[in-house]
């Protein structure tokens, strides 16, 4: 396969709420998308999900354009790409900048599932047509609040909830929630909120019956993690400190975590996805699939490589309706009444783009072709 052209659109869409974790507040998602397209008239889109401002990594936005623009696309765009290994090997002169190569391995992956007469989730081997999913709740101001929130969500079908909590809005909360809704399906994010100084009151989320407790600790960091997973009950879920499979193999080998959140997007794509989920696989260790916001580009990405087996437990990849009035596929991902995502059908990512709301959301758009 060859690409014969790449562009590359800035897209920013407001969100229907704003949205806050322990670290900021986000109104709107911010990405570059990568549209590809081969000479024998496939096209294939692919989503890079950093966020505006380089927070919980180097990589943002504009930081990402700017990868693509300078060193990604001049080296894939016109050569022959017989598989994502070659695509890899084509970028392996640039180091790092994993979401960067995420969203141009996206396009690559769906051109390549299109060429095959497969949905992705089949070419990756997915099991299953339809995935579990969950919510994720913001913090918020108030007690009262975060019920409402809570509540809007249950009603809307979600069967499990997710926290963001920080210090000083936690254990309160948390156990608000879990005296309200004593069977739900329960879990907190910390986002690296939190230090060894919290050991206490981190452990006192023990009672409250977490599916787990994801990332409390610094983003590059496995071993307070360890230190951390010794004390508590709840199982410890590791995030923004797994950038491969060989981050997972060291954590896991040294007991950082019990649970591994997989993030396409941040992790470097597909092909890194499926490393850490067959690792994880044959070690019985459970992983689920985590969100960045993504459009209806990266969230098709998501849900399908979430049908493949290890993604035993369920997801954060949420209906697109839970951020988004108008996202810019032609279908946006809805909410079955069992708390799943429906996983496409089709060739390829399986979603069509809708050219008059990505034109209402490109901010700046650039076209690189073969010569």
């Known amino acids: 396969m060859k690409i014969a052209r790449i562009t590359l659109r800035h897209v920013r869409i407001p969100f229907r709420h704003a949205f806050s974790t322990s670290r900021w507040t986000l109104t709107h998602k911010d990405a570059i998308l990568v549209e590809a397209a081969t000479d024998d008239g496939l096209t ?10 380089p927070d919980s990594c180097y990589e943002s936005t504009a930081i990402n354009a700017l990868v693509l623009r300078e060193y990604l696309v001049p080296l894939v765009l016109g050569r022959e790409l017989a598989d994502a290994q070659a695509l890899w090997d084509a970028m392996s002169p640039v180091a790092g900048h994993r979401i960067a190569k995420a ?20 070419r990756l081997g997915g099991t299953r047509g339809r995935v579990e999913t969950g919510v994720s709740v913001s913090v918020h101001d108030t007690p009262e609040a975060l019920l409402r929130s809570v509540e809007g969500y249950l009603r809307e079908g979600y069967g499990r909830v997710k926290l963001k909590i920080k210090p000083g809005k936690d254990l309160a909360e948390t156990a608000l929630v879990r005296k309200n809704w004593p ?7 910390g986002n690296a909120a939190y230090t060894l100084e919290h050991l206490d009151r981190l452990a006192g989320l023990d009672d409250l019956g977490l599916l787990l407790i994801e990332q409390p600790l610094s983003n590059e960091d496995i071993i307070d993690h360890a230190q951390l997973q010794r004390r508590m009950r709840t199982a410890v879920c590791l995030d923004e400190s797994i950038l491969s499979a060989d981050d997972a193999r ?36 459970p992983v ?35 951020y988004f009035e108008e996202d810019i596929v032609e279908e946006p991902f809805a909410l079955n009444a069992d708390s799943t995502l ?27 072709r073969t010569r």
């Not at 141009?104 to 989730?121: K, T, V």
């Not at 069977?183 to 994010?189: A, N, T, Y």
């Open 44 to 53: 294939g889109w692919g989503e890079c999900v950093a966020l505006a401002y």
């Open 183 to 189: 069977g739900l399906k329960l879990q907190v994010d």
């Open 342 to 368: 429906t996983v496409p059908t089709a060739p390829g990512l399986g979603i069509r783009v809708d050219a008059r709301r990505l034109a209402r959301y490109t901010v700046a758009e650039e076209t690189f």
């Open 250 to 285: 060291k954590a896991l080998s040294i007991g950082a975590c019990r649970v591994i959140n997989i993030k396409p997007g941040r992790v470097g794509g597909v092909r890194e996805s499926l490393r850490i989920h067959d690792l994880c696989r044959a070690q019985g260790v």
């Open 288 to 322: 689920w699939m985590g969100g960045m916001f993504e459009t209806g580009i990266g969230r098709a990405l998501n849900v399908a490589v979430a049908s493949l087996p290890g993604f035993t437990l369920p997801g954060d990849i949420s209906a697109s309706a839970k």
């Open 103 to 122: 969203g141009l391995e996206c396009a690559f992956w769906d051109l390549d599932a299109q060429a095959c007469g497969q949905s992705l989730s089949t």
